[in-house]
């Protein structure tokens, strides 16, 4: 069964760091664009970061630009999101997602086509 399986989150301090990881199972990566979104509480799901397939570019949401590190390990089938210096406006539900067209700065939903079910990252003040 294809499917993507988030771990990794939990409840640190501002300025504290977490690690996501992504797993894909029945699949591989290698030929796939994999992205990181969020959705806060009575928000819209924004994107994080993204790897496109196309040519290796990487993308950040500006909120998060030199705070998050998004990585892939295609030996392992697992795709990564380090977060550091967080915030209290980090907090919301992180996704993992996979895409076949790339993807760009503006990091957009309808580019992934398989999702996970997301993990909870909250950052107490």
């Known amino acids: 069964q294809v499917r993507l399986v988030e771990s990794g989150g939990g409840l640190v301090q501002t300025g504290g760091s977490l690690r996501l990881s992504c797993a894909a199972h029945?699949?591989?990566?290698?030929?796939?664009?994999v992205g990181w979104f969020r959705q806060a509480p009575g928000r819209e799901r924004e994107g994080v970061s993204c790897i496109s397939d196309r040519d290796g570019s990487i993308y950040y949401a500006d909120s998060v630009k030199g705070r998050f590190t998004i990585s892939k390990d295609n030996t392992k089938h697992t795709m990564y999101l380090q977060m550091n210096d967080l915030e209290p406006e980090d907090t919301a539900i992180y996704y993992c997602?996979?895409?076949?067209?790339?993807?760009?700065?503006?990091?957009?939903?309808?580019?992934?086509?398989?999702w996970g079910q997301g993990t909870q990252v909250t950052v107490s003040s």
């Open positions: 997602a996979t895409g076949g067209v790339g993807c760009r700065s503006n990091i957009e939903k309808a580019d992934f086509g398989a």
């Open positions: 029945g699949f591989t990566l290698t030929y796939y664009t």
